[in-house]
């Protein structure tokens, strides 16, 4: 005997590309891979993303001058778009393709092909019975007992062969073939899943806008507050439509006895279309899950709140602001909501108000206003107002909902007595030093929307409906084989016939009952030895 060892031939070049196609294109490495999407995935909501939000980026990698750089470089800001995400979510794709494709190549051949061959001893399998007509009495042909017993399993939805074995006859049954079906349509509609998602990623958008009564937007990027494009997405794809908030009405609850007394239970806003289209313009409500859909777009209702109409006249007596003031909703029960104004066209100093408005205002001695109803029986402004450098011209953006203070004088404050309350009876207040005069001219509500287009929505959820059906088909659709064998002895004509499941498949017994009821019923016979 030779000691030499034998190597195992090299694979080649050609031999390892079929090595990792197979392993790509094997069930459990689509499910690892699905899995470490949904890992890849978390980096985006612990991160800002610059697709959102560039200026909390930003700040995040200033706040951290050693970790965030290197965050930028890991890509861990653009999650979705990056290179490492992109190649596991195009991995997962090609590998459900080749998970799907031969296997249904495979089930279609399979559906052709005639059942399973006849086992040589059907007593072995798990539902086996037999059938014995005395030689005295039979008078059925073994011929026509085969003929019977496939006829009465088409009928049960059994795709049948009769086999001729010389001594014996036998027909083999099988059915079942849509739960391999069912099976392919699950992970061929998750691959429209996929595609769905990627479409809507690639070619969507999503934006936000507050909406003052009265106030339109128009569907261009200008009119937005927040603009999220998709990856591939063309700010010149926005389709043209307009929608005017014409009133916004808010439901409280009245009723005493309910625990919910006071509290706001329903929004409606009523906004006006125009599709520009060629549709004439038309008036819609825009509820919480009511939302309006435009060209392809759909307007959420997400939230609401109070808009406070202020006019500011400076020193030199010229108005340098006026107008509906959003109000930031503060999470108080009544509704208390802060407020912030930069004026910074005021002279010869630049303006700014900080405080609270007050839909039902409330003053009481020696306590700081508050509000005792969200709804505006008696609204009221409580504000302190500064001036000074708002540090507008340094060309570096601001959030219009925070004011620093820090570096302007304060005019008027609550700590130093002074601090301006403004209602419906008591509507102007001067400012100090002969910096102008601030008025409460009036209240309008407004709404909080989100805008949204998802080319791959539909997809998606066709997709996600196919996949339920494949889902309920794949598990409620059993697979079944069924050999029925006649054969001709010394006592008589004997029928044997014996059932096989291919998969867990607890009503096989109920199905070996009822073909034995049926075969009975064929043959007039009193009893069947099981």
């Not at 007509?133 to 062969?161: N, W």
């Not at 806008?209 to 700010?235: A, C, H, R, W």
Request: proline content about 7%; hydrophobic content about 40%.
């Amino acid at each position: 005997m030779s000691s030499e060892k034998q190597s195992a031939p090299a694979l080649g070049f050609m031999g390892m590309l079929r090595w990792a196609w197979t392993q790509l294109t094997k069930m459990n490495t689509a499910m690892f891979l699905l899995l470490m999407v949904a890992i890849a995935a978390v980096p985006g909501s612990i991160y800002p993303q610059r697709i959102q939000d560039t200026a909390k980026v930003t700040d995040y990698i200033n706040a951290h001058p050693t970790w965030g750089p290197i965050a930028d470089k890991l890509q861990l800001f653009d999650v979705f778009s990056s290179v490492w995400f992109s190649a596991i979510y195009l991995l997962l794709f090609i590998s459900l393709i080749g998970c799907v494709l031969p296997r249904a190549t495979k089930h279609f051949k399979a559906m052709k092909a005639a059942p399973a061959r006849t086992p040589k001893t059907l007593s072995r399998l798990p539902q086996y019975r037999s059938i014995t007509l005395p030689a005295s009495t039979q008078k059925l042909p073994m011929s026509q007992a085969i003929e019977d017993a496939a006829e009465i399993l088409k009928k049960r939805g059994y795709r049948v062969e009769i086999r001729d074995e010389g001594k014996s006859s036998s027909v083999g049954a099988e059915r079942g073939y849509l739960r391999e079906v069912g099976n392919i349509l699950f992970h061929t509609a998750m691959i429209g899943v996929l595609i769905g998602v990627a479409i809507g990623s690639l070619f969507g958008y999503s934006g936000q806008k507050i909406m003052v009564e009265g106030d339109t937007f128009v569907n261009s990027l200008i009119s937005y507050d927040m603009f999220s494009p998709g990856t591939n997405y063309n700010q010149d794809w926005l389709k043209p439509y307009s929608a005017t908030l014409e009133k916004m009405d808010v439901t409280y609850d009245r009723q005493k006895s309910s625990p919910t007394y006071g509290k706001d239970i329903d929004y409606a806003a009523q906004v006006k279309v125009d599709p520009q289209n060629g549709e004439a313009p038309y008036t819609q409500e825009l509820k919480v899950n009511k939302p309006i859909r435009i060209n392809g777009a759909s307007l959420y209702l997400i939230g609401n709140g109070y808009a406070p109409i202020i006019k500011v006249e400076d020193g030199e007596g010229n108005i340098a602001y006026e107008g509906p003031v959003v109000s930031l909703f503060a999470g108080d029960p009544n509704y208390t909501s802060s407020v912030i104004l930069k004026v910074p066209d005021s002279e010869p100093d630049q303006l700014a108000f900080v405080g609270m408005f007050l839909p039902t205002g409330v003053e009481q001695e020696g306590a700081p206003p508050y509000s005792a109803d969200p709804a505006p029986a008696n609204p009221m402004l409580v504000l302190q107002s500064y001036t000074g450098d708002l540090g507008l011209d340094n060309g570096v953006p601001q959030n219009v909902y925070v004011v620093d203070t820090e570096k302007m004088t304060p005019l008027n404050t609550m700590a130093m007595g002074n601090g301006i309350i403004l209602d419906t009876q008591n509507t102007q207040a001067k400012l100090p030093d002969g910096k102008g005069t601030i008025t409460f001219e009036g209240l309008k509500r407004y709404v909080g929307m989100d805008i949204h287009y998802d080319p791959g929505k539909p997809i998606v959820l066709i997709s996600a409906i196919l996949a339920f059906l494949g889902l309920i088909i794949s598990l409620y659709v059993p697979r079944r084989r069924v050999w029925v064998r006649a054969h001709e002895d010394a006592d008589g004509l004997k029928i044997e016939y014996a059932l096989l499941a291919r998969g867990e498949d607890p009503r096989l017994i109920d199905e070996a009952d009822k073909l034995t009821e049926l075969f009975a019923r064929r043959w007039d016979l009193e009893f069947v030895e099981q």
